[in-house]
């Protein structure tokens, strides 16, 4: 039987460009603590006459939260002089989404919020769909109240995914003292992720505060099987009483330099995710059924051999993803993740496409690390094998250093399982 899935937002800002190698990402220049430019919406928590009953939507819409807004009228301005802003009715939710178009290399819109929007202790997060170009960078900039004190949010989009998508505001850059109970302006661009020169053209809709988690966390995920990760990084975490997720190719169980089943079972015994990264990219397959077939049996080999909470959380191979095979991946997975390269929020909102960083380096985690403690958020990191073998891609003396700026924060390490349950 099929798992069905459990749940049916300046000018520029300086975040270092995400190079991919293989189904690995890599990280350049996140937690910017300098970043920049521009942005009238209604404060959730007034009497606006917003209806925010619970309803039925379509994902990666959520019914959760306070709408902040709906995008049926338009009330967001042109960041640029070579931009287009106005209204469409290709919407997620309603009747209306926002689209901004330009020729230049940057395209965005703001909302300035008449005596400050109150999002103190709340989590922001929108729907967007990014037609042109691919892959590219989505910043959202918030001040709070002004230039000198704001936070800044900047996701990748793959080179595929031309749908609707939940990007959830991930802090990756700050000035000043931002106060998020005063925030006068949103701002919200898009520009591409590598040299293009297509018309820039994306749509926006359901932006929404969701209540936060009262701390911030870690997931340290683990891709590809490596034997390493039960003979090196098992023990490097429970000296510190820590869980991991191991995200193994099911037909490489048992394989040279693999983990074997038995330690995929010890994982699971020590408080690990043991969870599905099958190796084929979805986009490769011609037809919906035959990538339902091909996740349903990934998810299958986990949950019947090892660990039926794991098995419900799928990582993309090679940071390929399209919305065809988003519809296929929500049809048997309850979460999935690929390489955004920010923070996501805590508790995630829709639970699918969650952003990944590179954990190899720690020195590119510190900021990163201080905005999920003191916003709190969550980081996914995610390395293959630690050591120095043909499969491994951190040593264990950088691996350590990792875990000593994770402990050196108010970041309680968990499981994704962990997090979705509560």
């Known amino acids: 039987m099929t798992k069905q899935h459990r749940r049916t937002f300046l000018t520029a800002v300086g975040v270092g ?10 990280l350049d220049g996140t937690g910017d603590d300098d970043n920049d430019d521009t942005g009238n919406t209604t404060d959730p928590n007034g009497d606006d006459g917003t209806d925010t009953t619970p309803q039925d939507v379509t994902a990666p819409a959520i019914a959760d939260g306070e709408v902040i807004d709906d995008f049926e009228e338009i009330e967001w301005q042109p960041m640029f002089d070579h931009t287009t802003v106005g209204a469409s009715d290709d ?36 729907a967007i769909k990014v037609e042109s170009p691919l892959p590219a960078r989505v910043v959202v900039e918030a001040r709070a109240p002004g230039q000198s004190d704001r936070l800044t949010s900047a996701r990748r989009i793959p080179s595929e995914y031309d749908g609707w998508l939940r990007m959830e505001v991930g802090w990756t850059g700050r000035r000043g003292e931002p106060n998020l109970g005063n ?34 966390y870690v997931v340290l995920t683990f891709d590809d099987g490596v034997a390493s990760q039960h003979t090196t990084a098992l023990p490097m975490l429970e000296e510190r009483g820590w869980p991991g997720v191991a995200a193994i190719i099911p037909d490489s169980i048992n394989r040279p330099d ?45 949950a019947n051999r090892i660990h039926e909470e794991g098995a419900r959380h799928y990582f993309a191979p090679y ?47 510190t900021g990163m ?48 399982s962990d997090l979705i349950d509560g």
């Open 17 to 26: 460009t995400a190079a991919l190698a293989g189904c690995i990402g890599s």
């Open 91 to 126: 919407a997620l939710v309603g009747e209306g989404a926002l689209l901004v178009e330009s020729d230049a290399d940057q395209a965005g819109a703001y909302r300035s919020f008449s005596g400050g929007l109150d999002v103190a202790g709340k989590q922001l997060s929108f």
């Open 319 to 365: 940071n390929r993803m399209d919305p065809e095979s988003m519809e296929a991946v929500r049809e048997v997975f309850e979460t999935s993740f690929i390489f955004g390269g920010h923070p996501n929020v805590a508790p995630p909102t829709d639970g699918h496409l969650l952003s990944r960083v590179n954990g190899h380096d720690a020195s590119d985690l």
């Open 258 to 302: 693999r983990l074997s089943l038995e330690q995929c079972r010890e994982l699971r015994d020590a408080g690990w995710d043991v969870s599905a990264h099958p190796h084929t990219a979805l986009p490769e397959m011609e037809s919906h059924q035959e990538r339902v077939d091909y996740l349903q049996r990934a998810y299958d080999t986990i």
């Open 183 to 216: 925030v006068y302006d949103l701002l919200i661009y898009v520009e591409p992720d590598g040299n293009s020169d297509e018309t820039i053209r994306f749509a926006l809709d359901d932006l929404r505060a969701t209540e936060s988690a009262d701390q911030g």
């Open 369 to 416: 690390l201080d905005l999920a403690a003191d916003y709190n958020q969550v980081v996914v990191t995610m390395v293959h094998g630690v050591g120095d073998g043909d499969l491994d891609d951190v040593s264990e003396e950088d691996f350590e250093r990792l875990l000593d700026e994770i402990e050196a924060r108010d970041l309680e390490v968990v499981t994704v």
